[in-house]
C-alpha cells in the first residue's frame, strides 16, 4: 500500500505562483511514476504531469512552459511548481502514484493509488 498527502493549494490571483507537494509513504519501491492530475467542477479529470522513476517528465500541452514536477526521492516527495497561473487553471489538484507498468500517464484508470486532493483557485 502507498498512501498519498497533498498540500499546498490556495487562492491566488492571476500570474501568481504556487507549489504543489505530495508526500508519499509506504511501498514506494513498488511505484515507477507519480503524477498530478486536477478536475475542475463539471469537467473529468484530467492528467497534468508525470515523472517517472527514471527522471523523465511530462506534462499536458496547457501548462507546458508555465508548471515543473519534480521529486526528492530521499524524502518520497513530489513538487509541482505551478507559475502565471490563469483562471483555467483553477481544479482540485490529485497527487497519483503507479505501479503498473504499462498505459498512457494521462489515463487515470492506470493509477493505483490517490489522495485527497488539494484544491487551487484562481482568480482574475
Known amino acids: 500500500q502507498v498512501q498519498l498527502v497533498e498540500s499546498g493549494g490556495g487562492s491566488v490571483q492571476a500570474g501568481e505562483s504556487l507549489t504543489l507537494t505530495c508526500e508519499a509513504s509506504g511501498y514506494m519501491y513498488t511505484i515507477n511514476r507519480m503524477s498530478w492530475f486536477r478536475q475542475a467542477p463539471g469537467k473529468e479529470r484530467e492528467g497534468v504531469a508525470a515523472i517517472y522513476t527514471t527522471g523523465y517528465a511530462y506534462y499536458d500541452d496547457s501548462v507546458k512552459g508555465r508548471f515543473t514536477i519534480s521529486r526528492d526521492s530521499a524524502k518520497n516527495t513530489v513538487y509541482l511548481q505551478m507559475n502565471s497561473l490563469q483562471p483555467d487553471d483553477t481544479a482540485m489538484y490529485y497527487c497519483?502514484?503507479?505501479?503498473?507498468?504499462?498505459?498512457?500517464?494521462?489515463?487515470?484508470?492506470?493509477?493505483?493509488?490517490w489522495g485527497q486532493g488539494t484544491r487551487v483557485t484562481v482568480s482574475s
Open positions: 497519483a502514484a503507479s505501479s503498473l507498468q504499462y498505459g498512457s500517464w494521462v489515463s487515470a484508470a492506470r493509477y493505483n493509488y
